[in-house]
């Protein structure tokens, strides 16, 4: 029987050119890689990942057609949608080319869903196809409803309704809907419905665990007409070498050797979110009072209105001491992962939740928008390992929110619940489900 690792199978990957998409597209390919798959992956120039830090990939740029005036617009609906309507021809050329220089190897392509133009190129082209999803099905199916939601013309919303209970997503309220602010509800449905069909794909990829999502999961199962692999938490799967697009201040790491066990609240808001002013004073002041040592990552320009802590409140930095450690950018996983951390406050980017669940440390909750919001309130109400901050932020409420997470006895249970999960998810990848799921997805690629 003909071996089909030796005779070079090419997996193209095609990330969405964003850290929290980026992420889970390269650990995948760390994986396949590490069953003997060539590997390719194929970027815009705009957020390019580095390709030094993965020698063992092939990394092909396409060019995006994206103006300054777009990246710059922060208009996260616009840039993707002009992203899927400029990529196609070079993606297509791209493909080309590599299938004639290498008219010996089987090429198999693995998009990451936004980038759905991927899927009619491969189609074009007679090459088998998988879609990869990023964020929870959880909020999948939230999306959904909001779809259903827009065509009836129900958003807005009035405001008297932002806590009632949206039918079928329990706990999720009207107000947790993964609804996008950055463009048009018209654009932003467009979007959606595009990148939830699977059109001609053999199947999906979720970067997720059943033990997580065992209720969506079947739900969306009934629905999807191909197998749905959960193989996640990816960054468990594969240990891959940076994936970060900034560059990660590894001195947080020597901070934290000398902090003592559990005892660090880490806080950061992931790669896109920003706050103002006012939000950076309190959360800095919560901080400060809870008197928990704290690794806080303020990215550059999160802040509105400076370009990194110039606007840190006024006798803040003397207030702490050796007590707070700021980082541009921290290596979050190895963070969450280091016996110091205890606790963290996150926005509950999909990433960030995972990263944090499988690590056993308990959250605190305080989502920016779209798809944090559905993650906050399942990690507060159905795991209930987090605290949600619901309102504006205010120093006292964080004062307490970190102290009942990381300290008060009335935080045990959290805490408890937290190794919990850690272990269930362990036993997912060790023989369980992703496990499972990893080897029945080989087998689909082998058989190509
Ligand atoms: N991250 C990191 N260092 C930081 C902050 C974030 O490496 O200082 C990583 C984090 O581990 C996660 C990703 O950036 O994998 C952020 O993705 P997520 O889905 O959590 O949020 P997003 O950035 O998409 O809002």
Sequence with gaps: MENKTQSCKRLVLVPCPYQGHINPMLQLGTFLHSKGFSITIVHTHFNSPNPSNHP????????????????????????????????????????????????????????DDIMYFSEAVANYLNIPS?????????????????????????????????????????????????????????????????????????????????CLEQSSLAQIQQQCQVPIFTIGPLHKIATAASTSLLEEDMGCIAWLDKQSHNSVIYVSLGSVASISEKELAEMAWGLAKSKQPFLWVIRPGSICGSDWIELLPQGFIEAIGERGCIVKWAPQRQVLAHDAVGGFW???????????????????????????KVHARYVSQVCKIGIQLENELERGEIERAVRKLMVDDDGKEIRARAKELKEKIEVSMKGGSSYHCLNELEKLIRSF
């Design 346 to 372: 996150s926005h509950c980017g999909w990433n960030s939740t995972l990263e944090s669940l499988s690590e056993g440390v308990p959250m605190i909750c305080w989502p920016c928008f779209s798809d944090q």
């Design 56 to 111: 063992e990939f092939t990394f092909l740029p396409i060019p995006d057609g994206l103006t300054e005036h777009e990246i710059l617009s922060g208009n996260l609906v616009a840039i993707l949608l002009a992203l899927n309507a400029n990529c196609k021809a070079s993606f297509q050329q791209c493909l080309t080319q590599l299938m004639e220089q290498e008219p010996q190897n089987s090429i198999s392509i693995i998009y």
């Design 130 to 210: 998988i879609v990869l999803r990023t964020v929870s099905i959880t909020n999948f199916i939230a999306r959904s409803t909001v779809l259903q939601l827009l065509s009836k013309g129900s958003f807005p919303f009035p405001e008297s309704m932002s806590r009632d209970p949206v039918p079928d997503l329990d706990p999720l309220r009207f107000k947790d809907l993964p609804i996008s602010n950055f463009d048009t509800y018209e654009n932003y449905s467009k979007l959606v419905v595009n990148l939830h069909k699977v059109r001609t794909s053999s199947a999906v990829i979720w970067n997720t665990v059943d």
